[in-house]
């Protein structure tokens, strides 16, 4: 039997419109609703972030906090925007952006991101039904270079927007994808 496995990403935040890197902050108002199409599943985990959280809650899903689905750690710019980045530290955002390995923020490189996200992915791999994952669109695009086998410079290729379903599967060779960007049906 396969496992199936739904990310769904956070509702969008202040940070999100901004094109900021996120802190911990709520979700915007106008919260999302539980859809009638969201799948049953037998498993469900969040985020331990706020925004993931409120997130499940607004969608009536009793979800287990996820330590490894947490947001990239960002470091010292966590809360500012990506634009004012760009002017002020160019060649750390170069740096950042061209070498996966590169952390010029002093948290997590997109290399130890795309690790932690392909554990805790394998970790499902053997599990029969069907998870829902409630995260960030960090984690989603870790993941879908995962199942696809994809090199890491494919994670900026992908854009992950508030509230979008990703489907994952895993047969017993790999994973596949099955559907992303899927807008969470009101």
Known sequence: MTTRLTLICHAATAATRAAAFPLDEPIEA???????????????????????????????????????LRDCDFGRWAGRRLADLQAAEPAAVAAWLGDPAAAPHGGESLLDLLARVASWLEARA????????????????????HAL??????FWRIDIEPLSLTELRRSPQHWTLRATGCPLAP
């Open 126 to 145: 053997g599990e029969r039904g069907h998870g829902i994952a409630i995260t960030h669109p960090a984690i989603i695009r870790a993941a879908i270079v």
């Open 30 to 68: 106008g919260a999302p609703e539980r859809a009638p199409g969201l799948p049953q599943a037998e498993r469900v985990w969040t985020s331990p972030a706020l925004r993931a959280r409120q997130t499940a809650e607004a969608l009536g899903l009793a979800a287990t906090p996820e330590p490894a």
């Open 149 to 154: 086998a994809a090199p890491p410079a494919a």
